[in-house]
């Protein structure tokens, strides 16, 4: 079974300091990465997604993430974050032919205005 | 148009209770999944639904728990017997179907259940 390892549970920022997010996950074939974002009080929805092509994803509100195929990770970068980017951040692997991803256990970002 | 909708939002139940709750998924979309989140934790998959076919339930801890989608579109996932360890987030998603996992999941706000 895949597994999804998120290092960073906790991460506190001042706003226009940048921010990695680290996300490894175990599975050795071709696989779908996502990220997920909860904003407080918000639903879970998509931040950026790969699957095939540009290993450099962007996606929105400046976020982008690089698939490293070698080092299995896909790290979300965003070079200078703002207060409204605080929320829980959640890494996601399916594999290839599969519907179904594992998450990590999830990241909580905290940015002081 | 409307996101997925989830209800109750909260419900806390005494042991032994049974549980349904509600997923009405997004107008059109074929797959409806269900999973389970504990505090400080990711979503853990419980079971999904193309259509009014279930089409995996390996995430459905035991027997208590099952689901249903009768006329694919909402789904209920009932909890028998609930027990203190049930108690945690359940969420609902929802997505048009897609070649390879190339697909968007639209969660809904999640039902928040507490066994006391």
């Known amino acids: 079974a895949q597994s999804v390892s998120q290092h960073n549970h906790h991460v506190i920022l001042s706003e226009a300091a940048s921010l990695e997010l680290g996300c490894n996950y175990s599975?050795?074939?071709?696989?779908?990465l996502f990220w997920y974002v909860q904003y407080p009080g918000q639903h879970l929805q998509l931040l950026l997604k790969?699957?095939?092509?540009?290993?450099l994803v962007k996606g929105i509100k400046g976020f982008e993430a690089e698939f490293i195929k070698s080092k299995f990770s896909f790290n979300l970068r965003k070079p200078s974050v703002q207060w409204s980017d605080t929320a829980e951040y959640f890494c996601?692997?399916?594999?290839?032919?599969?519907?179904?991803?594992?998450f990590g256990r999830g990241t909580s970002l905290i940015v002081h205005p | 148009g409307a996101g997925v909708s989830q209800s109750p939002r909260y419900k806390v139940t005494k042991r032994g209770q049974d549980v349904a709750l509600r997923c009405d998924p997004i107008?059109?979309?074929?797959?409806l999944y269900w999973y389970r989140q504990a505090l400080g934790q990711g979503p853990e998959f419980l079971t999904y639904?193309?259509?009014?076919?279930?089409?995996?339930k390996s995430g459905l801890p035991n027997d208590r728990f099952s689901a249903e989608r009768p006329e694919g579109s909402i789904s209920t996932l009932t909890i028998q017997r609930t027990e203190q360890r049930d108690s945690a987030m359940y969420r609902c998603?929802?997505?048009?179907?897609?070649?390879?996992?190339?697909?968007?999941?639209?969660f809904g706000p999640g039902t928040r259940l507490t066994v006391t």
């Open positions: 639904f193309n259509y009014e076919a279930q089409q995996d």
């Open positions: 599975y050795g074939g071709t696989v779908n």
């Open positions: 996601a692997v399916s594999s290839g032919g599969s519907y179904i991803p594992t």
């Open positions: 107008s059109g979309h074929v797959s």
């Open positions: 998603a929802s997505s048009l179907p897609g070649t390879s996992g190339t697909y968007e999941q639209y």
């Open positions: 790969y699957f095939s092509g540009d290993p």
